[in-house]
């Protein structure tokens, strides 16, 4: 009788041993039990034929709830019925004035808006593959987005017809047919499309009928900076799609929620994870053109909004911004996103309530990816030796100075210690592939790691350092190689160096990232020698990064050197220089500072304390 009541007793007290011994262990079996459950939707979805899509889904939730609110922007509101029936005029308008056809691809150049949304749709309507580009690119790298998706059509938004225009004896050359968002138009070889659209009936279109069409057939492009030189795009596959829209799932969204999206659309986590995740579950999502701070907590609560996405930067300025005593008079209870600093995310719980933060990780060409899901502030994963045999990956150490792994003596890479800062790689398998960037097989290649562990084994570098404690919390640490990330966005070192360089009196550019203190990534910076003979012209400079580089590419600083340094193996050398930063006590040579108002002005002490006590923002 007593040892059945101890056992009893235990038993009942079995929980809090577990807890006390595993204090993640129902989020940890939640979350396997979530990617079990992901994964076999997918096969699922994979099996059928043709594939199960994301527009199956938009269908499906059509019909189960025609009138509820899908999308709703500044003053109006779109039910699923309503984007369905304007998706259809897109189609219909396109099919008659165009020539596209199944699995051609056509660009996409606008900002966050509603038509946005009835485009995707409408082309995927026709079996056509939308390319999302950066609304912030001009002239070559515009350009270049075409030729790497071969797109057919280009659909321009109208505030963008100058950057349009200037690039469209190269299209015209291409044969790729221009429309512009307006009714009206006088540029020869521009189409409206507003009009066409207006003009066409609402009525169902015939559903492009691809029998061929598989869960690995392309659905999307979405461009990235990649590592080097001018974007990539970056082919996202059925499969993909419904993979970053189930990070919604993951961070437990349901479908009574209203979410928030201001992130751009031409990304993945705006587009993927806002977008197409909130499809997936059939709720509705408050698109917003662009971020605003003092808007932001007032857009939640006049909308109900219960879930947000941030990248880390956002959530400083929500920090920033002036306390009020409404601060956590809002409906907001998840937060999914990338880039958190630690003490961020502290200040942010204090001052806005509790909010379940899913701080997440990922490339959107990446084949492995990592969710915080217990909300342990600093981490951007957690890692379980299940997940890690079913995806291996590994962190390797890295040499900085020559931007390459470290190898042992039979040339295999080492993992670094725990604790340690390494460069994550992920094993490229049937499970993880690595689909690549349309039409660059050379950049593909690039992110590709051979002899790894093995001679003859397979990984996707991911230029990124990050470190993993004994807790299984991994941890971001840096970028690596040719790119920065400032602002939520990733620029190319190479990119920026072939814009300054076009300038006749700069002989060399070496660009490169600095930290700033108290901002997340690092900030543009370039090291320029001057032609002999001639002197930096600093108005110049400026107009020529104003007219070929978006803001968040253009370098705040600038440093003359009379010569460049380069590394043994003739790369030039960017750690020294960025650990040198921009501080003008420790550094004797000529500095500028782009002051956003006035241009490159010479860089003074004033400027640097104002910048690092925060009271100048970047
Ligand atoms: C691939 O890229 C090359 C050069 O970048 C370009 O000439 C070619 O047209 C592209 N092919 C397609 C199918 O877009
Ligand atoms: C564009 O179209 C013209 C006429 O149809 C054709 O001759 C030319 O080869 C095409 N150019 C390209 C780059 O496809
Ligand atoms: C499917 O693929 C086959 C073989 O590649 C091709 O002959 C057929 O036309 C394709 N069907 C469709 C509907 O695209
Ligand atoms: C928001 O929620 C409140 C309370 O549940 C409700 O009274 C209000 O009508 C809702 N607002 C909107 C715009 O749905
Ligand atoms: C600097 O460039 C500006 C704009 O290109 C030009 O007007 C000016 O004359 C240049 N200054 C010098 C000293 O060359």
Redesign the pocket.
């Known amino acids: 009788m007593y040892a059945i009541f101890t056992f009893l007793v235990g038993l009942a007290f079995l929980p809090f041993f577990i807890y006390a011994r595993f204090p993640y262990f129902l989020d940890d079996v939640r979350y396997i039990f979530n990617g079990i459950s992901i994964g076999n939707r997918v096969k699922r979805y994979a099996s059928k034929k043709p594939c199960y899509t994301l527009l199956d889904r938009f269908l499906d939730k059509v019909k189960a709830h025609p009138l509820k609110s899908f999308i709703i922007f500044e003053n109006e509101t779109y039910s699923y019925q309503d984007a369905d029936r304007r998706s259809n005029k897109v189609a219909r308008a396109l099919s008659q004035h165009s020539k596209l056809q ?1 699995e051609d691809a056509v660009a996409l150049f606008l900002g966050n808006e509603p038509t946005y949304v009835w485009l995707w749709l409408g082309l995927t309507k026709l079996g056509c593959v939308p390319a999302l580009i950066n609304y912030n690119i001009r002239t070559k790298s515009l350009l270049h987005c075409f030729s790497c998706c071969g797109a057919k059509v280009l659909i321009a938004a109208a505030e963008l017809k100058d950057a349009v225009v200037e690039v469209l004896p190269a299209l015209q050359e291409q044969n790729v047919s221009v429309f512009i968002l307006s009714k009206e138009c006088d540029t020869e070889g521009i189409e409206t499309l507003s009009d066409k659209i207006d003009a066409v009936s609402d009525e169902p279109v015939p559903l492009a ?4 069409l598989t869960i690995k057939s392309p659905a999307l492009y979405i461009y990235t900076s990649g590592t080097t030189g001018l974007p990539k795009a970056a082919v996202i596959n059925h499969e993909r799609v419904w993979l970053a829209s189930s990070m919604q799932t993951v961070a437990g969204v349901r479908g009574d929620d209203i979410i928030y999206v201001y992130l751009p659309l031409y990304h993945s986590a705006g587009f993927l994870m806002g977008l197409t995740g909130a499809i997936d579950q059939g709720i509705t999502v408050v698109l917003k053109r662009k971020f605003s701070a003092s808007q932001f907590w007032n857009d939640c609560r006049k909308h109900n909004v219960t879930v947000i996405q941030y990248i880390g930067e956002i959530m400083r300025y929500l920090c920033n911004a002036p306390k009020k005593d409404i601060d956590q008079n809002h409906m907001v209870r998840v937060a999914l996103g990338n880039g958190i600093r630690a003490d961020t995310w502290a200040e942010f719980l204090q001052r806005f309530g509790d909010i379940r933060i899913v701080e997440c990780y990922g490339a959107t060409e990446g084949n492995t990816g990592f969710v915080n899901y217990v909300g342990k502030v600093g981490a951007t994963g957690r890692v379980l030796t299940i997940q890690k045999k079913a995806q291996p990956f590994a962190l390797i150490k890295y040499d900085t100075e020559r931007g390459e792994p470290v190898r042992d003596s039979r040339g295999f890479c080492v993992e670094v210690a725990t604790g340690e800062a390494g460069l994550l790689v992920a094993k490229i398998t049937k499970r993880a592939p690595f689909t690549g960037y349309a039409n660059n097989t050379q950049q593909t290649e690039k992110k590709r790691l051979r002899d790894v562990f093995e001679k003859g084994d397979l990984y996707f570098d991911s230029g990124d350092l990050l470190k993993m404690d004994e807790e299984g919390f991994i941890y971001f640490q840096d970028r690596i190689g040719d790119t920065f990330r400032w602002k939520g966005e990733n620029v190319a070192t190479t990119e920026v160096t072939d814009v300054l360089v076009t300038l006749d009196f700069i002989e060399e550019a070496n660009v490169y990232g600095v930290k700033v203190r108290g901002n997340e990534g690092r900030i543009g910076m370039a090291s320029l020698k001057i032609t002999e003979g001639m002197e930096f012209n600093s108005t110049a400079t400026y107009e020529h990064v104003k007219a070929y580089l978006p803001s968040y590419a253009r370098p705040r600083f600038i440093r003359i050197q009379n010569s460049l340094e380069l590394t043994g193996t003739y790369k030039q050398k960017k750690v020294k220089l960025a650990e040198e930063g921009f501080d003008p006590s420790a550094i004797d040579e000529a500095m500028y500072f782009l002051e956003e108002s006035q241009g490159y002005i010479p860089m003074t002490k004033d400027i640097y304390s104002a910048i690092n006590d925060g009271s100048m923002r970047l």
């Not at 009928?209 to 061929?212: A, F, I, K, M």
């Open positions: 199944e009928l691809n029998s061929n």
